[in-house]
Structures are given as C-alpha cells and as structure tokens.
C-alpha cells in the first residue's frame, strides 16, 4: 500500500520519459514568480489600503481626496488579483515536479523549508480562488470572505518575503541577466510560454477593467458589474427588495433626524430636506469588489445639516439606514468625509429622483470612499 502510493507520487522527473519538458525550469520560475511578486504585493498594499480605510485605528484621519483614491486603489486591486491567476497556474505547473517530488526532503533544510512552501501555496490559492468567487458575487464559502482574506494576506506574504529572500540568487542570475530569453536550452520554447502566459492574464484584466474605468466598459464582458448598466444608469448591489426597506423608505411619515452629541436634536421630512440648499458633485461609487461607476448626485451637504445641529467639528458620526440588519446598514463618516463639501446626503441622481434600489428618499455619497460605506436609504445621523 505504502509502496503503490510512493509510486504514484514519484517525482515525474526521475522517470525518464515521463518528465521531460524544458519549461520546468529555473529560469521560467523566476520569471513567473517575479510577476507574481508584484501582483501579491500590490494586492497586499491595496488590500491594506482597503482595510484600514474601512477600520481606521482611532487616530487615523483618511482624507477626503484626491475623489477617486479608493475607486484606483481597489480596482488596481482586483485587477493585480485577476492577473495573478494565469501567472500562479504557470508557476505551479513550472515548480511541480519539485514541488511533488518524493522523498519530500532530502535534508534537515530541506525539510524545514516545506511547510514554507505549503503556506505560501495553499495561501495563493486560498487569496486567488476565494476572491474570484466573492468578485463574482458566488458567496460559496461558509466563512465571511474579508475577514478570511484579510488574515491569509499576511500568512501569505510573510511566506512570499522569505521565499524570496531564499530564492532571490536564481532570480538575479536568470531573469536580471537576460538569460530567461536567450541562455542555453530552449530559450524559444521559454519565451513563448512566458508570452502565452502574459496574454492570457492580459485578455482576462482586458475583458475586466471595463468595470472600474468606463472607456473600457463595452470591452467587460466578464466583469460581474459594468458602468451605465442598472437603475438610473448605475449599477444596484444590494436592492430596496434585498434589504427589505421598500415599505419604511416610502412611509410618507419619513423624517431625517440628527441625534448623539448635538447641541439640538433635528428631524426633518423629505419636502423639508427638498426646501435645504441643494448641491451637485459627480462622484463614483467604488465598490469593495472592484467595479466603479459616477454618477451627478444631487441634495444637502452631509455638512450643513450636522452644522445645523451644532455637531463639534472633529465629531465622528454614524450614518444609519433604515435597513435592520445586513453587515452595511451603518457606516462611519469622520470629519474629512463629513466636512468635504462634496459629500451630499442624495435626494437625486443622474437628473432624477433617487430610484428606491439607489436608497430613496435619502443616501449618503462621499468622495474617495468605499462602497460599502455609501449607505443607502439613511434615516438618522448620530454624533458621537
Ligand atoms: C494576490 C493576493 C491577494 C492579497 C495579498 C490580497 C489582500 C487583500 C487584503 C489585505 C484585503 C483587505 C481585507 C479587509 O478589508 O479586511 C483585500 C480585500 C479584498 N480583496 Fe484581496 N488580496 C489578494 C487577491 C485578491 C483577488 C484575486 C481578488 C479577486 C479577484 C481579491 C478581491 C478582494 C476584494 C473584493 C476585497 C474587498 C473585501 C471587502 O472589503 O469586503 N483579492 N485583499
Ligand atoms: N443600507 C445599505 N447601504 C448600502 C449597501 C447595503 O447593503 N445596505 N450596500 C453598499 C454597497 S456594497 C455598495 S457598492 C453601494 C452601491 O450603491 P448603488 O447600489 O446605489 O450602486 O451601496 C452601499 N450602501
Ligand atoms: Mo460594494
């Protein structure tokens, strides 16, 4: 028994014959890991960037601009994530004959180094197949995806950083000599895999990008999410009939109040909020999965009625929506967001009436945000 599975997994590369590709080789794995590399890396910065935009530590102020920091910085995200998928299939299929091979480890280092190597594999594939699946709207893991990528994005690049550390020598005698191109062996058959490989991640962050920069959006075909495609010209993630608010948002009873740390309580209802200094700003949303689209947003600067409130100045609020449950129901606004002129509470959008799936009667939209912190159909404002 033992026998039999020993043999089944023996390294490919022993039998002659059975193994003999050129393009498992050192050269097109430093190759590949090198763009992996920076795929990871700029996922993990963006990532970060994401994360503590969304839990800033209590000292931490974001700012308010440039308008589309967020919208960049995610979809560079989601983008680098998608390219990475073709460049860590290439790279397994180059290293698995090392990577499988039997015994395991030939020596006391060698040994030391494989549960390295299972981390930043398993990690990589955990990162890659669970974003994909949650960009696609496909919730098909029992487990809250941001929570688990956020934690696997340190295993995996705490295992990336030492890896590289001990394989940066072939990187340097391959890929930054040229010898990837044209050192002995087959350097054709080489290059035209590492050219296979770059196009295949290229049509795929060709047919994506679209979803976060708008010239590109008829060339989107496998984005889940596309600019100028929903309600209103803009795409709906979770509707009124989702969130269960149909009934509340059209009470004709509605009233925005203003509570917490206020020196008077207000509340107003929407022909009240209609009557309020009206401003437009254009503004994207920038959702946490990677599409963005703009919109005119129209309606009452978030400032203005905090100010009428007498809210301090460097007072954290929370937005609240009528929805009752759901992960987005509030979201925090700290005083760059809140005091930036162009962040409105909407009453319109794109010349029109909020669409209930939009938040009617009311939702809050800020320059460089997370979409997930664009709450929709708000009723009270709390300082805090
Ligand atoms: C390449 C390795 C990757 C690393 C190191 C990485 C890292 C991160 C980190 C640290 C976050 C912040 C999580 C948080 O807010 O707590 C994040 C968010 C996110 N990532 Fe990745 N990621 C990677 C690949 C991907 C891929 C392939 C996709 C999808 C194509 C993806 C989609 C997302 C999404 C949708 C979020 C937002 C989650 C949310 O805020 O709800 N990531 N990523
Ligand atoms: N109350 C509430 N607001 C919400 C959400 C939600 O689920 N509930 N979803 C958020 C998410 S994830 C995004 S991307 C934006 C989308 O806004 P839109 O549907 O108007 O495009 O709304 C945000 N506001
Ligand atoms: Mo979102």
Known sequence: MEGALRRALEVPAAVPGRFTSRLHDERVAAWLGLALGVCVLTAFAT????????????????????????RVTQGLHVMCGLAAVPLLLAKLWTVYPRLLRWPPARSVAEAAGRPLVLLLVGGALFQLVTGVLNISYWYAFPFFFTTAHYWTAYVLVGALLIHVANEWHKVRRTVLTGAVMTGPGDAAGRRGFL??????SGVIVATTVGEAF???????????RRPGVGSQGLPVNKSAAGAGVGAAARDPGFRLTVTGRVTRELAWSLPELRALPSHAARLPIACVEGWSAEAVWEGVRLRDVLEAAGADGGARVRVESLERGGRYRTSLVDPPHWRDPLTLLALRLNGEPLDLDHGYPCRLIAPDRPGVMQTKWVHRLVVL
Do not use: D, E, I
């Open 47 to 70: 990532g970060l960037f994401s994360h503590f935009m969304q839990h800033p530590p209590g000292w931490a102020r974001w700012p308010s601009r440039p308008v589309n920091l967020y």
């Open 195 to 200: 050219l296979g490989v770059a196009a295949a």
């Open 214 to 224: 708008s010239p590109l959006a008829r060339l989107a075909v496998l984005a889940p």
